[in-house]
């Protein structure tokens, strides 16, 4: 059975930082790309970054970039964002995906069930 299972997340007040982490198990986890999406209430889902399976390139949303980081542990089946300077507006629940779709897509092939951010003002 295939599990993805964020953890980190956290109440933080703007300026601060938090790093998650997506656990998975149950897939190849190297033959995957691995992303990071969020959900404020009341909006549509968003695609925060991307880390690719082969090359360790990295896409991230443009309001993001210089802030947060996307990497992954392959010998523990695991990929993190490090979020800085953290902004209210990136209040949200966070998601991570795993993908074999070399083109961004919204729908991946595996979720997780998301961890809750909450940056204050």
């Known amino acids: 059975q295939v599990q993805l299972v964020e953890s980190g997340g956290g109440l933080v007040q703007a300026g601060g930082s938090l790093r998650l982490s997506c656990a998975t198990s149950g897939l190849t986890f190297t033959t995957y790309h691995m992303d990071w999406f969020r959900q404020a209430p009341g909006k549509e889902r968003e695609f925060v970054a991307r880390i690719s399976w082969n090359t360790g390139a990295t896409i991230y949303v443009d309001s993001v970039k210089g802030r947060f980081t996307i990497s992954r542990d392959n010998a523990k089946n695991t990929v993190y964002l490090q979020m800085n300077g953290l902004k209210p507006e990136d209040t949200a629940v966070y998601y991570c995906?795993?993908?074999?779709?070399?083109?961004?897509?919204?729908?991946?092939?595996?979720w997780g069930q998301g961890t809750q951010v909450t940056v204050s003002s």
């Open positions: 995906a795993a993908s074999r779709a070399a083109v961004l897509t919204n729908s991946p092939k595996y």
